[in-house]
């Protein structure tokens, strides 16, 4: 992909193909900046070419701002990708995204997955990709949202997903080991250390290893690891 490929026009910043709405108080300078210099995401994006397979059925957890979602809708023949995302600020710009792709094949859900049905509190921070159901000692919290926990492994089982994308922010790191991750071939998982810490790198890894699927170096680069069942 080339990220230096940028213009903007008629209310949009179109990046690597992909419109992005205008819109302030997601796309802010920072966000704006990385989106121009090719460096949002970029990792990952190559990963995810790289591993996701025409036909996949795709569940993401933390849609951000529908940059993976829009990615793997737009450059791939996937049936369906399903994202979860805690952020209700965010709900509205992701549809607004996938509109101005002509995404069809994409459903964007205001929830996180969970061992039970319930809620939690959501920590909005004033850079979204720090907002987390989490509490961060030293992190400036503007507000605290009630967002909806919807079961897993319900959500697992009714979708069948053949893929699983993942920014593990925090949280997901214990969800990754209550997955049933059996019919999952591959999967891609943005790794915090610096919040899940060590033991929270290797219950990832040991969730992926037990349920059948190896460390696969071709689509990992830094903290985006990949795994799959055959390669």
Known sequence: MDGTQVVEQNGFIKA???KFPKDGRVLTGRIRGLLKDGTYK????????RVVRDDDVVVELGA??????????????IQHIHTFEADPSLIGYIQSVHAANGVQNATVTNAVLGKRKGSADFYVRKNFLASSTMELTGSTVI??????IVNAKTVMKGLKPTML???L?????DLISELDLTMVRAAVIELHPQTIGPDGVNRVFK???D???AYYARGSSAKVVAFRRAW
């Open 16 to 18: 690597n193909g992909m």
């Open 42 to 49: 970029s990792k990952e994006a190559k990963n995810l070419l």
């Open 64 to 77: 951000g701002l529908g940059y993976t979602s829009n990615l793997l809708a737009t450059k791939r023949k």
């Open 143 to 148: 507000a605290t949202e009630k967002v909806d």
């Open 165 to 167: 994308v993942c920014d």
């Open 169 to 173: 922010k925090g949280g997901e790191a």
């Open 207 to 209: 969730a992926f290893m």
């Open 211 to 213: 349920a059948g699927l």
